[in-house]
């Protein structure tokens, strides 16, 4: 609040003493110094429930509300984070799509590319386990086995099992693979899924 603002709220005896130079007038210099840092934030608040403009910090804080939490929860607060920010921001950005599609076979194929930055994951229900996904990691994620676990973990149906390889499945075992036509996540962009061999 600016100290003319301030001036305005006091009582008239008190706004002819505070003239320049006086205690008055000092004092309503200090409180308009102390008011500007707040309202800095005050004048960009939508920034920080946007995810590809807030501080990096709001953005692990912003996934806890897309129903994301899975993968910021740390034991520490030291622990960085299980994956790049940047793709922590889409997420949280894809966040509602997600939810809504969560349990789906191409909800967790999307929730899985989008972690990870890598397309190509396939996901087969074999013929003789039912209630059971396999989920076929492409080599170039191979390195991040333990974000696809945790996400498998939460995304999947809770009656079923689930286990994660590596490596693309021979097409004679490739029995039910997931053809659920990809959620439009945003309007500006969508994540689609990547077209599969019949």
């Known amino acids: 609040m600016r100290r003319a603002g301030i001036e305005r709220l006091l009582p008239t005896a008190y706004q002819q003493a505070a003239g320049p130079g006086s205690v008055l007038g000092a004092l309503l210099d200090v409180m308009e110094a102390l ?16 995810p590809y403009r807030a501080p990096a910090p709001m953005v692990a804080y912003l996934a806890r509300w897309v129903a994301m939490d899975h993968l910021v929860t740390a034991p520490r607060r030291d622990v960085p984070l299980p994956l790049p920010l940047n793709r922590l921001r889409d997420l949280v950005t894809h966040g509602a799509a997600l939810a809504a599609w969560r349990g789906t076979p191409d909800g967790l194929r999307t929730a899985l590319e989008l972690a990870t930055g890598v397309t190509g994951f396939v996901l087969d229900e074999p013929a003789d386990r039912p209630f059971h996904l396999v989920v076929r990691v492409p080599p170039a994620a191979a390195d991040q086995l333990a974000l696809v676990d945790r996400i498998v973990a939460a995304e999947k149906p809770a009656a079923v099992t689930a286990e994660v390889t590596v490596g693309d499945a021979p097409a004679e075992r490739a029995v039910g693979r997931a053809s ?19």
Do not use: G, M, Q, T
């Not at 659920?180 to 019949?198: F, K, N």
């Open 35 to 50: 008011h500007a840092p707040d309202e800095a934030v005050l004048a960009e608040v939508d920034a920080l429930f946007a």
């Open 180 to 198: 659920v036509p990809s959620p439009v996540v945003a309007p500006s962009s969508s994540v689609s899924a990547p077209e599969e061999p019949s």
